[in-house]
């Protein structure tokens, strides 16, 4: 039988490649429901919000400020 190598890879913003280009924060746009997005973790963040307008707004929002902006909506347990 074949011996496979396994490849760990940390998904982590600062975490090397291709790891990095994986994680949520990575400066990867996209453009849904003809919003566009700058990255995974602002469209993701922006869910927690309703209004329209500010949906966009955080979807604009590089990673680390959705993040940090989006914190502060999730209801703490």
Do not use: H, Y
């Amino acid at each position: 039988m074949e011996e496979k190598e396994i490849l760990i890879v940390n998904m982590f913003r600062d975490a090397p490649w291709p790891g990095n280009i994986l994680s949520n924060f990575s400066n990867t746009p996209f453009v849904i429901d003809g919003i566009n997005c700058a990255c995974t973790e602002s469209f993701i963040q922006s869910l927690k919000i309703s209004d329209i307008s500010e949906q966009k707004t955080f979807c604009s929002f590089g990673g680390e400020q959705a993040w940090e902006t989006g914190s502060k909506f999730t209801e703490q347990v």
